[in-house]
């Protein structure tokens, strides 16, 4: 079992950065590949970032390629979604899921465990 809670969300000006972070419990949290979904208002939820459980492989969206990157402290069970050059299109509740297993899968159906999510808003 897998507990998740996402912090980092806010309002913020097109250009800004923010940082999200997803604090993990239980004790699966190193062998998880974790990712990054958001959703925005009307939208289905999307795959943003996937990250493997040693932290050595990840990848992200086109969209948020040379902007957005993920990275994970197993020592302290978080992973985090360093967002950078942000775009009014990347407003949304940003998730955080986990999954046993491989990294690299982008569907949601393929994550096991979610946090309640953190909303994302940009100003333009």
């Known amino acids: 079992q897998v507990q998740l809670v996402e912090s980092g969300g806010g309002l913020v000006q097109a250009g800004g950065s923010l940082r999200l972070s997803c604090a993990a419990s239980?004790?699966?949290?190193?062998?998880?590949?974790m990712g990054w979904f958001r959703q925005a208002p009307g939208k289905e939820r999307e795959f943003v970032a996937t990250?493997?459980?040693?932290?050595?492989?990840?990848n992200r969206v086109t969209s948020v390629k040379g902007r957005f990157t993920i990275s994970r402290d197993n020592a302290k069970n978080t992973v985090y979604l360093q967002m950078n050059n942000l775009k009014p299109e990347d407003t949304g509740v940003y998730y955080c899921?986990?999954?046993?297993?491989?990294?690299?899968?982008?569907?949601?159906?393929?994550?096991?465990?979610w946090g309640q999510g953190t909303q994302v808003t940009v100003s333009s």
């Open positions: 990250i493997s459980s040693s932290g050595l492989l990840s």
């Open positions: 239980g004790r699966t949290f190193s062998s998880s590949a």
């Open positions: 899921a986990a999954r046993i297993g491989s990294s690299g899968a982008v569907a949601p159906s393929q994550y096991t465990y």
